[in-house]
């Protein structure tokens, strides 16, 4: 079946601290990525994406990892400031327009 | 920065009535959803819509759901006898590219009591 899950449901890191945060998808089919962040009360907001083809991809003070032999993707936050704390979800699109998501961690960042 | 934008906020109904949340994507896109969080849990797919169609749809989206784009703007999702276990965050999205670069919006929360 088709199952995106984290590996970690809470995360508690110092402000200034690097943070990472797991993912764990099932479907070989999936050939692009996404990090959603959720701030309590808001939608999904987009952070980074990642196509197959890749296996890292960098933002600003986000960086993506994709190990497509382990189905495992990774979401590493430089200099973990408290405005990061928030629900992190990964999603994966198997085909079509549907995204398939993660349960999400929970990021609090201790100052 | 454009932004997809849901109304109301929050919708408190009762049970066995007809609840209709509106979307306005955004201006360009192509392609529209519809997906659902209860509380505390994951992120789920409803239903997508592309050309005036359903494209996909989940086995959640079952026959008392329904979605319009009833003119150039807005796109709705109507649950025809709403129960208990609707109560969820609704999300709106839209999207350019089939499946590429969506845009969320902030959500209706629906409470049915």
């Known amino acids: 079946g088709e199952s995106v899950g984290l590996h970690l449901p809470t995360l508690s890191v110092q402000e200034g601290d690097n943070s990472i945060i797991n993912c764990a998808y099932s479907?070989?089919?999936?050939?692009?990525f996404i990090w959603y962040k959720q701030e309590s009360g808001k939608g999904p907001q987009f952070i980074i994406d990642?196509?197959?083809?890749?296996d890292k991809r960098q933002g600003q003070r986000v960086t993506v990892l994709l190990n497509k032999t382990v189905k495992h993707l990774s979401l590493q936050i430089a200099a973990t400031q408290p405005g990061d704390s928030a629900v992190y979800f990964c999603a994966e699109n198997p085909q079509g327009g549907k995204l398939i998501f993660g349960q999400g961690t929970e990021l609090s960042v201790k100052p | 920065e454009p932004e997809v934008t849901q109304t109301p906020s929050h919708q408190v109904t009762q049970m066995g009535q007809e609840v209709i949340l509106r979307c306005v994507p955004i201006?360009?896109?192509?392609?529209f959803y519809w997906y659902r969080q209860i509380l505390g849990q994951k992120v789920e797919f409803l239903v997508s819509f592309y050309n005036n169609e359903i494209s996909e749809k989940s086995e959640i989206f079952d026959d008392q759901f329904s979605v319009e784009r009833p003119d150039g703007s807005n796109f709705t999702l109507k649950i025809r006898s709403t129960k208990l276990e609707d109560s969820a965050m609704y999300f709106c999205?839209?999207?350019?590219?089939?499946?590429?670069?969506?845009?969320f919006g902030s959500g209706t929360r629906l409470t049915v009591v």
């Open positions: 479907n070989s089919a999936s050939d692009y």
């Open positions: 990642i196509r197959s083809n890749m």
């Open positions: 999205a839209s999207s350019e590219v089939m499946g590429r670069g969506y845009t």
């Open positions: 201006s360009n896109h192509l392609y």
